[in-house]
């Protein structure tokens, strides 16, 4: 029998957070300049992210920190994606991008353990 892990609906803000290595204040001002960013609020008036805004969080993060554009010219690229179809796998690409970089850099920080080299250097 295979069990599957359950996909968590919906995340906090300290999740998203934590998720993606941002700042609470950065998601927010986000929200107010991506207007696809617009998370419910819960009873407490908390809010509340979904998979596929944090998706979109990862492709915001993704065009502005790795590829430089400005909020401007990411709003048009997403805007593009949407146009053409691609959001989605646009988004998608770039989570796994992010995961990717973060595993790399455990694994650095792994091997520079087991190698006894904590600045990192090689020899």
Not at 34 to 42: D, E, S, T, V
Not at 96 to 102: G, I, M, P, R, V
């Amino acid at each position: 029998m295979t069990s599957t892990r359950p996909v968590q609906e919906f995340y906090s803000i300290g999740e998203v957070c934590a998720l993606t290595d941002l700042k609470p204040h950065v998601l927010r001002y986000w929200e107010s300049q991506f207007r696809f960013l617009n998370p419910a609020k819960n009873r407490s008036g908390n809010r509340v992210y979904k998979s596929r805004e944090v998706e979109l969080i990862m492709l915001v993060k993704h065009l502005l920190y790795t590829e430089k554009f400005t909020i401007d010219g990411a709003r048009q690229r997403i805007d593009q994606y949407r146009r053409t179809g691609e959001l989605r796998a646009s988004a998608r690409k770039a989570f796994e991008a992010e995961l990717a970089t973060e595993v790399r850099a455990a694994v650095e920080e792994i091997v520079k353990i087991l190698d006894g080299r904590p600045d990192g250097s090689r020899g």
